[in-house]
Structure formats: structure tokens, C-alpha cells
């Protein structure tokens, strides 16, 4: 069986179209996916995303493409009793992950004050922020990701979801996607670092992670203001300004979030008298408000392209 065999064909007409504003950049876009595809959950090619998705008792897995014909992403639903008590919030969280309601243009002068950022938003025009479906599964993923490279933090994904996620049901199951990512409440008293053989102030990390998400759903909740999502964050154990940046710029929709000390910043800002300190990223990048996420992900595509690796994690 294929993965085709089962997902939702590309020749179907689409359940949802979701416009944004040219241009966009689904390459980048997608290898960025692919690069932090969790085992299981997600598949990602240059053509279509795919994930498996549960809503209320429902699995559901769905498929996103490029439209050939229209500034849209086609969505396609595999959904057991169909998808119409699904779309909204489906449309909603897609639009996040896609950054589907940036303005290119906006974005582009806000940066371009800065004539080194400039060059480069001329050069990657249309990059989007890779966003996240979900917010408690990205920032778990962040967690695991810690200290560790983005290869080893995607063994370690897989590893978590086929110990605590929830298996397809076997008429449903494709290539590639098998199971349900885990609920905070199959991860709250989970022996995660035994299971994963990794430090256990990682795995108590998550654990507290899906407590405090238990007790306070709204903890990701959109449209707060940054330094608000960031605090929240932060707040829990294990979870310092770098990852509460990460997961309010992947999965926030944070515009401006911005992570000083990344180390490939640094390497994209060394102009050859050496790498920039964390205070002095972050003095320059006053300049770049309030598009900062974007300025972090045009430093990491120029970090990247530098070093000859062009599908490396831009973490």
C-alpha cells in the first residue's frame, strides 16, 4: 500500500483553499517541514505535507499542496465521518503552520532598512515562517531538541511517538503515517527519559510541560502579546528564552520573536572580524522589529546556504 493509496488524491477536488499573498516560498518552506518531520505524525515531499491530526474521537489525517492554478494551498481531509464539523479549526491552525497571512511586501521594506538584511530578503523572497500544527506537540519537540542536533531530536520524536502515541486504526494506516501524536495526558506521568534514554530533567521537563498545559489550556494561546508568551513559557521548568522564542515564533504566530544566542545567527552575522555577541544581535536587531522571526529565518537560510547544506535544519 501507498501512501496514495490512502491519503487524499491530489486529483479530488480539494476540501479547502487557502489563499495567501505572492509570493511564497513553499520550498524552503518544506524542507524546513521536512527537516523536522516527527516519525509517524508527519510525511513531507517537495509536492504535499501530510499528518495525521485527532479531533475530539476522530483521527484524521490530511494533506496540504500548492494549487497550480491560484495563489492557494489546497487542502485535502481523510476524515471517517467526514470533514465539515472540522473546518474552521482546521483552516485556522493550517493558516498559522503556512504563515498563509503574512504580507511579503510589509515584511520585505520593514527589513530591508538593514542593507545586509536587505540583500537578503531580496535574494529569498517570499519566506514564510514554518509554522506548527499543533502547539504542544512542537513544543515538545523543542524540548527533546535541546543540546542535541535536529537528526538526534527526530530519532527522538519517533522514538516518543511509537512509545506513548496512539496507533492508527489499521484501515486508516499509510506509509510513513501510523500513528496519533501523544496528549498531555499520556505524557504527564510518562517515564519518558527511561523510555528514551535521555536525561531525565528533559524528561521531567515534558512531563511538567503537559501538566501545565492539563491545568491551563490556554497556555498557547494565539494573540498575546510576546514578551506575555514568552513569560508563560518560560515560567515551566526546563524551558528557557531560546525554546519559548522557537515555539512563539513556529507556533504563536509571533512576528518579532527572536532568539539572540542561536549560534548560526552568529555565524551568518560574522562579516570576518569574528561572531557577534548575543548582545550585539541584539542591539542590531532593534532594526528589524517588528519582523524579527523573519530576519531569524533569513539569517538561517544565508548560514545554511554558506555552508553548502541546503536541506540542513535551520534550528
Known sequence: MTVTDRLP?????????LPFRAPFDWARLTAFLADHATPGIETVTAEAYARTVRT???????RVAPAEDETALHVWLDAPRGASGIRGAM????RTMFDLDADPESIAAGLSHDPFMAELVQ????LRIPGAF?????TVRAILGQQVSVAAATQLAGRLVSAFGTPLPAAMAVAGLTHVFPEPGQLVEADISLRLNMPRARGRAIQSLASAFLHAPDLFAIGLGLDESVARLTALPGIGPWTAHYV????????????PGDIG???????GQGRPSRTAILARSQ????WRAYAALHLWAEDAERRGASRQALR
Do not use: S, Y
Open 265 to 271: 545567527l552568529m555565524r551568518a552575522l560574522d562579516g
Open 9 to 17: 488524491h491530489p486529483l479530488r477536488r480539494p476540501d479547502h483553499a
Open 56 to 62: 475530539g474521537d476522530d483521527i484524521v489525517i490530511l
Open 134 to 138: 499543533d502547539p504542544f506537540e512542537l
Open 248 to 259: 512563539a515564533m513556529r507556533a504563536l504566530g509571533q512576528a518579532d520573536a527572536f532568539p
Open 91 to 94: 483552516q485556522t491552525r493550517l
Open 123 to 126: 535574494r529569498r523572497p517570499g
Open 287 to 290: 532594526a528589524w522589529r517588528p
